[in-house]
């Protein structure tokens, strides 16, 4: 198995077990390659907070998951060790939000990835800096 067939296999896998980006937060996996990821939402009214605008810890959970998906593509469990935000532009309900995830750096078991976040109109509403730890195991079972 070639490494982007590998990588989109665990994005699968991982997203099928994901209840809380799939179910919850309505989240959509766009793709899985190697060191790349990219999920959509649609705001919803019960997104909103007290200001009318998505709740930034929401878009937090859609760079978070992004971030998740990019760091374990290669099929080596991987945890965060870190991660920040910038929120740059509010979220309006029923904007369609897409985050994607780009390794940076990956050395050894710790890796560094940036998630953008836009907006329907190709515009950055957030920007999204984790770094990652890997762990013993593989998302995938029997695949290298």
């Known amino acids: 198995m070639n490494e982007r067939d590998l990588a989109a296999r665990v994005g699968e896998t991982m ?10 937060m309505g989240m959509e996996l766009v793709s899985c390659e190697p060191g790349r990821a990219v999920l959509r939402m649609t705001v919803r009214e019960s997104m909103l907070n007290g200001h009318d605008i998505c709740h930034g810890g ?3 959970t859609l760079a978070d998951s992004t971030f998740a998906f990019a760091c374990n593509s290669r099929n ?8 920040s935000i ?3 532009k509010p979220v309006q309900r029923g904007d369609v939000l897409t985050c994607e995830g780009i390794e940076k750096t990956l050395q050894g078991r710790h890796g560094i ?8 109109a190709g515009e950055t509403v957030a920007m999204f800096r984790g770094k990652s730890t890997q762990i013993k195991g593989n998302v995938v ?4």
């Open 76 to 83: 080596n469990v991987t945890v965060a060790a870190g991660c």
């Open 141 to 144: 079972a029997g695949l290298a």
């Open 15 to 24: 997203f099928a077990a994901d209840r809380a980006s799939r179910d919850f």
């Open 86 to 88: 910038e929120f740059l």
């Open 58 to 60: 929401l878009i937090f």
């Open 113 to 120: 990835y940036d998630m953008t976040v836009t907006n329907q």
